[in-house]
């Protein structure tokens, strides 16, 4: 992993570091026997950086670029006490390679379903799984919160608690997103995004950042998939009665086709086929009894409206209207109307009111 040139004697003159691994995000140059000569080469590639680390002191970070480790080059490093040479004489440090290209292709997923409250179905329970790249953004951060003193650092031993802060975001999010299931296939890109932004603080914390977040797939649990797949189904068919004929037809196909189904497979076909017989009998085989026809609707009440002093009152009904006449609120002339009318008219000239004025005979006689 490591690849290092030697002068004459313990001093080492360059340092550098050629990464043959993909998971490896921090590698630590082993100083132990070794000391660095003062101006030395440090090599820092692309895609890399690489911390000084002096007396349990975070010294300096060095961008890529080729450095000789002069006093101008660490300037952070040479105000460290205990430097009694002056970096005239070798130095021993811990060197710390950092590797800042992208970890692609990372998996993540929920180990448990969410429940989410959804529009259409109810209360639901949801797993989902997708892909996530991270990288480093900070190498010093990284180093002192996450990796510590560890020599080597790979990307199995950071992926566990990044998975669960996305796991622990996505829950959040898909619960109160409000959005149905049958719909969050449109919105993944949308979701992605969410995540993506309200977990970038927490992971910045550690000197990292979430250049790509992906949702892969949201689904529902297999008894719950089963009955959609089945209502579903029910839409595509329409007739009920068609597809309960193919389906006998089907089965008939089937246990004629399975010679080891015996007399059983016979008896189930022979019922099958007696039942599509009369299904299929058509004109030539007895009809069932039609269901009897249903009642035709109540006719619709008229409502009448009177006018008055150019003002109209109303709608009323025909008892109301009766009453009125009786009271002598509604006469024989006053003008009426309702829906059907070509105008107003008068109350006597209307056939369905004209019987209102009809002259009541006198009370009985007493005895």
Known sequence: MGIFDFLTGEFIDVIHWTDD??????????????????GAKLTVREGQAAVFIHEGQLADV??????????????????????????????????????????????????????????????VRLRAYGTYSVRVSDPAVFLREIVGTDGEFTMDEISFQIRNIIVQEFSRSIAGSGIPVLDMAANTADLSKLIASQISAQVAEYGLVLPELYIENISLPPAVEAALDKRTSVGIVGDMATYTQFSAAEAMTAAAQNPAGGGMAAGMGAGMGLAMAGQLAGPWGPRPASPPSAPPPPPVEKVWHIAKNGETTGPFSRATMGQMATDGRLTRESLVWTAGLDGWKKAEDVSDLATLFTVLPPPPPLP
């Open 21 to 38: 691994t993909r998971d490896t995000m921090v590698w630590r140059f082993e100083r132990e026997g070794h000391e660095i000569k003062y």
């Open 62 to 123: 060095f961008t890529p670029g080729l450095y000789l480790l002069e006093t101008n080059n660490m300037p952070v490093l040479t105000t460290l006490q205990h430097w009694d040479h002056g970096f005239k004489s070798p130095f021993k440090s811990e060197i710390y390679f950092v590797n800042t290209t992208r970890f692609n292709d990372l998996k993540w997923g929920t180990k448990n379903p969410i429940i989410c409250r959804d529009p259409e179905f109810g209360p």
